[in-house]
């Protein structure tokens, strides 16, 4: 039985059928090669002979790039979830937000060449690399993000550097940036109730407020809910008692 493909490929394949690029269609030939980089796929094809592709896909600059990360590092959940590697599902509203396209969304966005004699385009050799190019988006998601210009290592950088250099949420706060007190981050004194240190007192947090805070998981096992099935786990783990 085929795994159902995630979200990205899905989506992927609808925006490039939009624009008329029917998948999946006849491939023909081998891929050899391909490379994913801002802007092209550039790939090899083999069948009675060696054939050179390459794909066309609008990158954005670094102006609009700064939008993206700007507004990707304003939403703490997707930010959680492309730093430990994963899109979120809302990727694609974030980037509309700032007026870009994360997947093609017209045809002058989209570049098609191939050194075969064929007159129709896509030919076999393209309609190869396109296939080959879905299954590596599917095992892959931040293969469309480089396309749009930035890799995975360029922007977990920029998406970490954001981070940390954010400004204060309160205008009157005049608290240091992180990155000057990095050095003296841990040697703040004795922590609250120890040496004689008086004790914080505070409202007590439930023991599962993380999952009421996490976004919905996009799966369920057995027919229930993940967050509900992890909540006796983080009970257990907290010592806390109930039904």
Not at 53 to 73: E, N, Q, S, Y
Not at 135 to 157: C, H, K, Q, S, W
Not at 235 to 241: K, N, Q, S, V
Request: proline letters at 9%; charged letters at 20%; glycine letters at 6%.
């Amino acid at each position: 039985m085929t795994e159902p493909l995630p979200w990205w490929p899905v989506r992927f394949i609808r925006a490039l059928t939009a624009i008329g690029i029917l998948l999946p269609a006849p491939g023909q030939g081998r891929v050899v090669s391909l490379e994913v980089g801002a802007g092209r796929v550039d790939a090899e094809v083999q069948d009675e002979r060696s054939h050179q592709v390459r794909i066309g896909l609008t990158a954005f600059g670094k102006t609009d790039w700064a939008a993206i990360t700007h507004a990707l590092a304003a939403k703490a959940s997707a930010t959680v979830l492309l730093l430990s590697g994963d899109l979120p599902r809302d990727v694609e509203q974030i980037f509309k937000a700032v007026r870009l396209p994360l997947f093609p969304s017209s045809a002058r966005e989209v570049s098609l060449d191939c050194t075969c004699p064929a007159a129709e385009v896509p030919c076999g050799h393209l309609n190869a690399v396109f296939s080959a190019l879905v299954a590596r988006v599917a095992d892959d998601p931040f293969t469309i993000l480089a396309l749009r210009g930035r890799n995975r290592e360029m922007l977990l950088e920029e998406l970490k550097n954001r981070l940390i250099s954010a400004e204060p949420l309160d205008p009157d706060d005049s608290s240091p940036p992180l990155t000057d007190v990095m050095d003296a981050f841990f040697a703040s004194g004795p922590a609250p109730g120890l040496d004689g240190a008086a004790l914080l007192h505070a409202p007590r947090t439930p023991f599962d407020a993380l999952l009421d805070q996490a976004p919905p998981f996009a799966i369920t096992v057995g027919g229930e809910d993940v967050a509900e099935l992890l909540r006796p786990v983080y009970r257990a783990l907290t010592g806390e008692h109930g039904s």
